[in-house]
């Protein structure tokens, strides 16, 4: 089960981002969801729940690396967010130390005034299937900051299943941009490779 725990608080932010939190610092054990596996190509290349709003709201997405194409496949950042478990986002280096940023600017999204989100999905390491993902590294912990003040840190377990974190529903509204950072702190190693990969994220919640 996820643990949360507040440690240290920060001052407050504008009461129209994050509002509920007031900027504690949380940490975070991500929950592992045992149902999810490694399947066929029609579940892994479209693989969203109806609550994902990741491309409801437009969610842009960069990253501080990338690696370079190889064998006909490329590791944008894009990558992250196009809920298919068959792309990857995958680092130039070992992964330590970069920053996977996803922004949100409701001003940007027609016919959406608000947004709240509740939880965020994982899906760490390159899910092209068992062997590959076990040949790259895989996230195992991660800070994240919301508008450049300390959210949360959050710890994975090393497994290619989808976990998730609990946010208890942060509102997003047209008032200001939303930035979301998350900054890898440690890794679990590949066997064959010293590169990370990140299948997808996806934000879940509701918009309107």
Known sequence: MMKKITVLFFMCLSAAVFAQRDFE????????????????????????????????????????????????????ATNIIDGNMKTCWLSSGDGKNEDIELTIDLEEVEGINQ????DIYFFSGNRKDYHTWKDYNR???????????????IKFEDTYKQQSIDLDKFKIDRSRRCRIRFRIVDVYKGNKFNQLAVSDIQLLGRAK
Request: proline share 1%.
């Open 115 to 118: 947004a709240s989100v509740s």
């Open 139 to 153: 996230i195992k912990k991660i800070t994240m900051t919301v508008n450049d003040l300390p959210y949360g840190e």
């Open 25 to 76: 610092i949380i940490l975070f054990d991500a929950e592992v969801n045992d149902f999810d596996v490694i399947g066929e190509d029609a579940y892994e290349k479209n693989n969203r729940v109806r609550e994902d709003i990741t491309m409801k709201v437009k969610t842009e997405v960069k990253t501080t690396t990338k690696a370079e194409a190889a064998g006909g496949l490329s590791f944008e």
